[in-house]
């Protein structure tokens, strides 16, 4: 890949942004949607006009400031989608934005699914089945290991397979799936491994790694 293209390559990254106001009497937190070495996609809470122009992100352990401009803003029921342009960047987060970068790459050619499913026969088949068709399993035993596995940045997990088995913690679970990882799309794991995967597969190729991948190959 060319370094016009690489540079211009927008990819999902799991990060917090953080919008400083003048003055430091406040400030605005939300979650890197995407980004690239020149820009990123912010969601904020709520409705928003244009934030302030020195923004921190913080990337797994790493964080910086940027000196930045907002380029466009979509707003939807829940939130605003906040498009920033980089105009100064600390080299340290440079770094760490181009490390991020390439592990969502990395990512992208895994396909990593997360498998929670308390029943070990079925769950070892499901992931054969999946290792089978392409994708990369991770396979924890219990739905806190599994929030720990979600919370890691650097594993780019985008579909979570969920069993019933594990009752309360199991809608527990997805509750915070859909509240603290939006990113992720859950899909439920039944009987018919078969079928299972094919939801895996599906949910895989409609979200945001996915089309990443089409877009690199």
Do not use: Y
């Amino acid at each position: 890949m060319g370094d016009e293209r690489r540079g211009a390559l927008r990819v999902p990254v799991r990060g917090v942004a953080v919008f400083h106001t003048p003055g430091g009497d406040g400030a605005l937190h939300g979650v890197i949607e995407n980004l690239s070495a020149s820009g990123a996609l912010i969601s904020l809470s709520g409705e928003h006009e244009s934030p302030p122009t020195d923004v921190e992100l913080k990337l797994g352990l790493d964080s910086g400031r940027v000196v930045a401009r907002t380029v466009r803003i979509r707003r939807d029921v829940r939130h605003t989608h906040v498009g920033i342009m980089f105009d100064v960047v600390e080299p340290s987060l440079r770094v760490a934005i181009e490390a991020a970068i390439e592990g969502a790459l990395r990512a992208a050619a895994r396909r990593p699914v997360l498998v929670v499913d308390d029943l070990s026969a079925r769950r070892s088949d499901l992931v054969a089945r999946l290792v089978a068709r392409g994708m990369t399993p991770v396979a924890p035993r219990t739905p806190l290991e599994a929030i720990d596995l979600l919370a890691r940045s650097h594993l780019h997990i985008n579909v979570c397979l969920l069993a019933a088995g594990f009752g309360h913690s199991a809608d527990q679970l997805r509750a915070l799936v859909a509240e603290s990882f939006p990113w992720v799309t859950a899909a439920d794991i039944s009987d018919d491994v078969e079928a299972t995967v094919e939801r895996a597969a599906d949910a895989w190729s409609s979200s945001a790694m996915a089309r990443l991948a089409t877009a690199i190959a």
